[in-house]
Every structure is written in C-alpha cells, then in structure tokens.
C-alpha cells in the first residue's frame, strides 16, 4: 500500500502548480485550467484520506464535488464566450466589462 504522504505531496505539487497559474496567467481559458488543477488536488487529498481512514465519506464527496466543478466549468466557459463575442479576446487585462 503506497503511503498517504505520496498522496499529500503529489496533491500539493498539482496545488502549487494550479495557483502559480492562477497567479500568472491573464488568459480566461489557462484560469479556468488552473482553477481545476486546485480542486483536483482538493480532490486527491478527499480520496487519500477517505481510503486512510477505511470511509467511503470522502470519495462520496469527492463525486459531488466534481459534478459542482463541471457544472462551474461549463458556465464559466459560457461566460468566457460571451466575453470573447464581444470583445473578440478573452485576456482577462482588457476586459472591463464586468467593472463598474
């Protein structure tokens, strides 16, 4: 059995790497990317910890989740559309359409 560490550092690498992106990045489509790499590694470390304890609680949450983060996915990429069919770009630094 692989131990629960290797799962925590791998969740945090893909952490780290998903909020280095969403620190960096200005284009809409590379910010929803990297928002998913953060729930993603939420997700490992629901998975590992549910499977540590012997309780299915985490994975069951696990699924939930996922299915809230396709839901946020596909309306913030329809979002994003909408924004490119109007500005024809979606760099979030030109976009001041949703500012007062």
């Given at each position: 059995m692989i131990p629960i560490v290797f799962y925590l550092a791998l969740a945090a690498i893909i952490f780290s790497i998903g909020?280095?992106?969403?620190?960096t990045q200005r284009s809409g489509i590379r910010i929803l990317?990297?928002?998913e790499l953060m729930l993603n590694a939420?997700?490992?470390?629901?998975?590992?910890f549910s499977s540590y304890n012997g309780d299915l609680t985490g994975q069951v949450f696990t699924l939930?989740?996922?299915?809230?983060?396709?839901?946020?996915?596909?309306i913030g990429f329809a979002i994003l559309m909408s924004l490119y069919r109007m500005k024809d770009t979606i760099n979030l630094d030109s976009i001041n359409i949703l500012r007062w």
């Amino acid at each position: 059995m692989i131990p629960i560490v290797f799962y925590l550092a791998l969740a945090a690498i893909i952490f780290s790497i998903g909020l280095y992106g969403l620190m960096t990045q200005r284009s809409g489509i590379r910010i929803l990317m990297c928002v998913e790499l953060m729930l993603n590694a939420a997700h490992i470390n629901l998975v590992a910890f549910s499977s540590y304890n012997g309780d299915l609680t985490g994975q069951v949450f696990t699924l939930f989740s996922i299915a809230l983060a396709a839901a946020e996915a596909a309306i913030g990429f329809a979002i994003l559309m909408s924004l490119y069919r109007m500005k024809d770009t979606i760099n979030l630094d030109s976009i001041n359409i949703l500012r007062w």
